[in-house]
């Protein structure tokens, strides 16, 4: 892997940046600020921007709220979608001599509810986007009561605190996270965040050995665990058990899944540092990757080996970035992380799949009002194969992002 192209983002920085004058711009939510409690969202107004109304006669606030986003991209070396996907660049397919594409893909629209009772808020939360595929998704769908979460909503294996504000939905590669179906209970003391779930197990298998198809079993959900200290530190883990059943053979095996992530946010003055840390084991389905084109050419969670023994597979992930307030109005970030999946270099049906993905990023964004967003974004892909092949892809991202 070459780091030469991320260290050229520094110089890049501060290009392009000029005399800004002061407009209404809100004070852009932190990542890791939860906008309610269940964080639905890391790049929306917070609640107090949402137009809200109360039902007459009834303790209950209603919301509506969500944004238009639209972006322009550019690809010089290979197209990676309408939604940045790393992985795209595993692809010979999508090897291209310059592409621009337009999208507003990442729209969304929420509603939101909440009810003062006499033991309590009882809260509500509904959202849905337009990816990746032009059509409405459901992203979050949950009730809250006293620390008690039901639906589905972030797994409570992730974090934002260590998450830079990026025009790439998603956010980097390498950060664990997934919106499943699960139950949560939440405990908060002082500056300390305490969460444990049950979480609807979503993974993948992968067949080497003579069983043929190979069906995923789940038995049991996953069990996640989250501590915070208020903005500054977060550790969290996750415990699954991944089994399968092969349709030929009839073995049943099942193997433990295991990771433990880390994330910090360390302010000085008008910058932050921000850092992410995940290892583990059977973990692909956590990584930071758009399931609909990534899954390809990710690292499946587990995999049948020729001698039908279920194999998980080992992963690292890694993360740095600097957020610059430059005014009230200007910020920039830039940064970089890499993904390691451990899978068997002498299995052919692994050789076109990502060994090794390092992505970095450089942007400059004007919060223009409280409510409109624009920017500038570059992002490099390096990309080494299970084959040891290497190849790498740049993308130039300009963003207008308008909340209502």
């Known amino acids: ?128 986007h337009f990816a990746p595929d032009n059509k409405f998704n459901l992203r979050h769908a949950y009730g809250e009561y006293n620390g008690f979460l039901a639906g589905q909503t972030w797994t409570n294996f992730m974090f934002f605190l260590g998450t830079p504000r990026i025009l790439k939905l998603g956010g980097p590669i390498g950060y664990a996270t997934g919106r499943p179906e699960q139950v949560r209970y939440t405990h908060e003391s002082g500056g300390n965040t305490f969460a444990v779930a049950l979480e609807n197990p979503e993974y993948s298998v992968s067949d080497l050995g003579p069983g043929g198809a190979v069906d995923e079993n789940t038995e049991l959900p996953d069990l996640t665990l989250r501590y915070r200290y208020k903005r500054n530190v977060g550790v969290s883990g996750v415990v699954r058990q991944i089994s399968t059943d092969s349709a030929v053979s009839g073995q049943d095996e099942s193997v433990t899944g295991y990771g433990v992530a880390a994330q910090a946010a360390l302010p000085m003055g008008r910058t932050t540092l921000k850092g992410n840390l995940m290892v583990g084991s059977g973990l692909g389905s956590y990584l930071d990757y758009v399931p609909a084109s990534g899954a390809k050419y990710r690292a499946p969670d587990a995999y049948m080996a020729a001698d039908g023994s279920l194999e998980t597979v080992d992963m690292r992930s890694y993360g740095v970035s600097l957020e610059h307030r430059w005014n009230s109005d200007w910020s920039s970030s830039i940064g970089t992380s890499l993904v390691h999946q451990d899978l068997p270099d002498e299995a052919p049906a692994f050789q076109g799949m990502t060994d090794t993905v390092q992505f970095s990023h450089v942007n400059l964004i004007w919060d223009v009002t409280e409510r409109l967003a624009v920017g500038m974004e570059y992002q490099y892909v390096d990309l080494e194969r299970v084959s040891g092949e290497t190849v790498d892809a740049n993308r130039l991202q300009a963003s207008a992002q308008f909340q209502f």
């Open 1 to 128: 892997m070459t780091y030469k192209k991320t260290l050229m983002l520094v110089a890049l920085l501060p290009a392009g940046l000029t005399s800004a004058t002061t407009s209404l711009a809100f004070d852009v939510v932190p990542a890791g600020e939860p906008v309610v409690t269940g964080e639905p969202s890391r790049v929306g107004a917070p609640w107090n921007h949402r137009s809200t109304f109360n039902i007459p006669g009834t303790n209950t606030d209603i919301a509506f709220g969500g944004y238009i986003k639209f972006d322009a991209l550019y690809d010089a070396d290979y197209d990676l979608g309408e939604i940045t996907d790393p992985l795209a660049a595993a692809s010979e397919d999508k090897a291209t001599d310059g592409k621009t594409t337009f999208t507003a893909q990442e729209s969304r629209l929420n509603f939101r509810t909440q009810t003062q009772t006499g033991h309590g808020m009882l809260r509500t939360y509904f959202e849905g």
